[in-house]
């Protein structure tokens, strides 16, 4: 007999949860489930690999294979995303009528949250940039299936490499951020022989993202940077902050 995952219920900015990838879109979609009264955040860290399809690409689900690959589909927009313990993952939860949402558009309601990791990460000894929309590019069309491959408005990135990455879902209950960002080397081989895509797409994967840890020339303190993001992220949605 199958089980849903398991959806915890604390809310409170204290620390990053340890889930799979399931468990992250469960918890995504049970806030999504009724309107969202107040702000709610999460960070994940995840115990095993798993790929996490964009709402574009679910109709690939069938035809891959789960038994080699923990694959899972998500509300939210974009491409394919490889998560495992290269990732640091956010969902934010906001209700529709939230400041943060206020007088910008659908891609410029992620400039708060790019702000707020490139602070996080320059705490941390990361230099990076929050691309506006004006400096963006597209991923080439061989790679268009991969979350990473190309630059949205806001997004981080260190020069041309992707740092971490955004997307969303709208809905009439409230609305959803998420994001993801790297923290060490990603398997991209991984992403390609999940999705079948040729194995030598890996290494323009690779060379079009870098991981934080590569960024600082150091392994990275993973809880420190955990900390830097939810100390503002509790200040941006004016939650308490940990004591």
């Not at 400096?135 to 069309?141: F, V």
């Not at 009439?172 to 194995?199: F, I, K, S, Y």
Request: include cysteine; charge should be neutral; glycine fraction near 6%.
């Amino acid at each position: 007999m199958s089980h849903a995952p398991a959806v915890a219920t604390d809310d409170r900015l204290a620390s990053a949860h340890l889930v799979d990838a399931a468990q992250e879109q469960a918890w995504n979609e049970c806030r999504l489930a009724t309107p969202v009264l107040a702000p709610a955040a999460r960070l994940w860290q995840y115990t095993r690999s798993g790929v996490v399809l964009g709402r574009s690409q679910h109709a690939l689900l069938v035809s891959l294979d789960a038994d080699t690959h923990r694959i899972v589909e998500r509300s939210a927009g974009g491409g394919a995303v490889l998560v495992g313990p290269w990732m640091l993952g956010a969902s934010v939860v906001l209700p529709l009528a939230h400041p943060l949402l206020q007088d910008e558009s659908i891609a410029d309601s992620y400039r708060w949250l790019g702000e707020l990791f490139v602070a996080a990460l320059a705490e941390n000894g990361v230099a990076s940039v929050s691309v506006p929309r004006e400096a963006t590019w597209k991923a080439p069309p061989h790679l268009a299936w991969s979350c990473f491959a190309g630059m949205s408005p806001w997004e981080v990135a260190i020069g041309s490499r992707k740092l971490v990455g955004f997307a969303q879902r709208r809905s009439r209950h409230g609305v959803l951020l998420v994001a993801g960002a790297l923290l060490a080397p990603v398997p991209w081989l991984a992403l390609c022989e999940a999705l079948r895509q040729p194995v030598e797409w890996a290494r323009e994967l690779a060379s079009s993202t870098i991981d934080a840890a590569a960024a600082a020339g150091r392994p990275l303190a993973v809880d420190a940077l955990t900390d830097s993001v939810l100390r503002r992220l509790a200040r941006a949605l004016g939650a308490p902050e940990r004591t």
